[in-house]
Nanobody
Framework: VQLQASGGGLVQAGGSLRLTCAAS??????YAWFRQAPGKDREFVAA????????YYSDSVKGRFTIARDNAKNTLYLEMNSLKPEDTAVYYC??????????????????WGQGTLVTVSS
């Protein structure tokens, strides 16, 4: 499956953005968002994992970000509110079949989008 992420941009602290990830085909696998800030490792943001009770979030975005998927449109979303300068990063969507212990690990995902840049100014 090929993934195309979009929706990034420049926003002031406290603002909102919605990222979109379009998949080339319908898949019942799990979806996730990761991000990578300049000079830092890629980190987990959020995931929707099949056969589990609910979405997963990193502690740094919980309560501010919401992950959702539209199966009819083969599309994944990340609604980001109350953005902070430390949210500045390239955001990547991913698809895979991670076991529970790998939900938050990039190794759990096999297909990646090209990334979209989010810049939050203070």
């Amino acid at each position: 499956v090929q993934l195309q992420a979009s929706g990034g941009g420049l926003v002031q602290a406290g603002g909102s953005l919605r990222l979109t990830c379009a998949a080339s085909e319908r898949t019942s696998r799990s979806y996730a968002w990761f991000r990578q800030a300049p000079g830092k490792d890629r980190e987990f943001v959020a995931a929707i994992v099949k056969f589990t009770s609910g979405p997963y979030y990193s502690d740094s975005v919980k309560g501010r970000f919401t992950i959702a998927r539209d199966n009819a449109k083969n599309t994944l979303y990340l609604e980001m509110n109350s953005l902070k300068p430390e949210d500045t990063a390239v955001y990547y969507c991913a698809v895979g079949n991670p076991i529970t212990s790998y939900v938050r690990a990039s190794e759990g995902y096999t297909s990646w989008g090209q990334g979209t840049l989010v810049t939050v100014s203070s």
